[in-house]
């Protein structure tokens, strides 16, 4: 429900992407191949350039967004440069969600954290471009009981069957 065709183009790049917010605003048309469905994003955290691959449903989106200038996100007041937060965005974000605590980079954590759940560990590191999977396993998938258990009752079978007590 965003007016802002830029704003609306970054969240929708942070939550199906877990891209970092310095690499959403900095993105240009120009990193996107859309017939590859792939975002090179050409200097990251790690000062190399990595690829993200891009869902369909995201491709047809970004193909659909009014372009204005070279930069995905550009700044509302010079075109030519991009958007260097989205903090007054974010906030109302959260006010029209009842959401509160919640930081953006809460985003990409999220969407590790479902990466993981869904189709585990090591593709999430991957996707999250993390050099190290101890990364994302202490800050992205923490596990706690609740997580756990589900894994050890589906192997049930296979485990020993515990005897009757009486």
């Known amino acids: 429900e965003l007016d802002d065709p830029a704003v609306k183009t970054a969240f929708v790049l942070l939550l199906n ?3 970092r917010l310095s690499e959403v605003l900095r993105s240009r048309w120009e990193d996107f191949d859309f017939e590859q ?4 994003i050409p200097r990251t955290k790690s000062e ?3 690829t993200i691959p891009l869902v369909s449903g995201v491709v047809d989106f970004l193909r659909e967004i009014p372009r204005e200038g070279d930069h995905v996100v550009p700044s509302p007041v010079r075109p030519s440069t991009h958007r260097h937060n989205l903090t007054k965005q974010w906030d109302s974000l959260k006010r029209t969600a009842e959401i509160e605590g919640a930081t953006i980079h809460d985003l990409r954590r999220t969407f590790g954290k479902r990466l993981a759940q ?3 560990l090591h593709i999430a590191s991957k996707l999250l471009r993390h050099s190290d999977i101890r990364v994302t396993e202490r800050h992205y998938a923490p596990l706690g009981l609740e997580d756990l258990r589900p894994a050890i009752e589906g192997a049930r079978g296979q485990l020993l069957n ?5």
């Open 37 to 40: 469905r792939a975002w090179k």
């Open 162 to 166: 515990f005897p009757k007590a009486k």
């Open 48 to 50: 190399r350039s990595q």
């Open 17 to 19: 992407t877990g891209a």
């Open 118 to 120: 869904t189709a585990g």
